[in-house]
T-cell receptor, first 114, second 116 residues
Framework: EAQVTQNPRYLITVTGKKLTVTCSQNMNHEYMSWYRQDPGLGLRQIYYSMNVEATDKGDVPEGYKVSRKEKRNFPLILESPSPNQTSLYFC???FGQGFFNEQFFGPGTRLTVL | AQTVTQSQPEMSVQEAETVTLSCTYDTSESDYYLFWYKQPPSRQMILVIRQEAYKQQNATENRFSVNFQKAAKSFSLKISDSQLGDAAMYFCAYRSHIQGAQKLVFGQGTRLTINP
């Protein structure tokens, strides 16, 4: 089954404790992206990757890191989480350019930073 | 930078009735894509319908249709014969047509309640 998976689905942590949210897709997509969803703000892009070893900042990259060492994986790293990073996080992937290249979203990760 | 605005934080409709969700956007580009996503309580993001800006004809997917007004930069979603399963958060989104552009710019969302 074609899908984007994220782990963990739920995470409660404390300020300053490094964490990684994994994202993996099995569709051979070039493009992958991370979004955060906050009430009243919709979804905002954090980082994206056009292909292996090609990453760039989105609209709200502060406090986050990413890597793209393999085409299928795009982990999101919070080196020193803070309470303002409490949010719902989505990973998405697509083939790239074109109208019919629909972005597929993962199931979301609910992160709480105390 | 492009922006998307959904001015209705919440909407409610009686089952079997029709409801329209509003979306406006701001862009200086002439070609782009517009989308409506549904997010049910499961939190999964589900693509409902999409529109290419250069196409005059409004997109339709079963009970879902859009009213695309390019000059007004308006992209509303009409849900006909509302069903209980339509209850969800709905997001309007914009994507540039520029080569390599994949970022979706989302609106704030509209929470739709269906009353039985």
């Amino acid at each position: 089954e074609a899908q984007v998976t994220q782990n963990p689905r739920y995470l409660i942590t404390v300020t300053g404790k490094k964490l990684t949210v994994t994202c993996s897709q099995n569709m051979n997509h070039e493009y992958m992206s991370w979004y955060r969803q906050d009430p009243g703000l919709g979804l905002r892009q954090i980082y994206y990757s056009m292909n292996v070893e090609a990453t760039d900042k989105g609209d709200v990259p502060e406090g986050y890191k990413v890597s793209r060492k393999e085409k299928r994986n795009f982990p999101l790293i919070l080196e020193s989480p803070s309470p303002n990073q409490t949010s719902l996080y989505f990973c998405a992937s697509s083939f790239g350019q074109g109208f019919f290249n629909e972005q597929f979203f993962g199931p979301g990760t609910r992160l709480t930073v105390l | 930078a492009q922006t998307v605005t959904q001015s209705q934080p919440e909407m409610s409709v009686q089952e079997a009735e029709t409801v329209t969700l509003s979306c406006t956007y701001d862009t200086s580009e002439s070609d782009y894509y517009l989308f409506w996503y549904k997010q049910p309580p499961s939190r999964q993001m589900i693509l409902v319908i999409r529109q290419e800006a250069y196409k005059q004809q409004n997109a339709t997917e079963n009970r879902f249709s859009v009213n695309f007004q390019k000059a007004a930069k308006s992209f509303s979603l009409k849900i006909s014969d509302s069903q209980l399963g339509d209850a969800a958060m709905y997001f309007c989104a914009y994507r540039s047509h520029i080569q390599g552009a994949q970022k979706l710019v989302f609106g704030q969302g509209t929470r739709l309640t269906i009353n039985p």
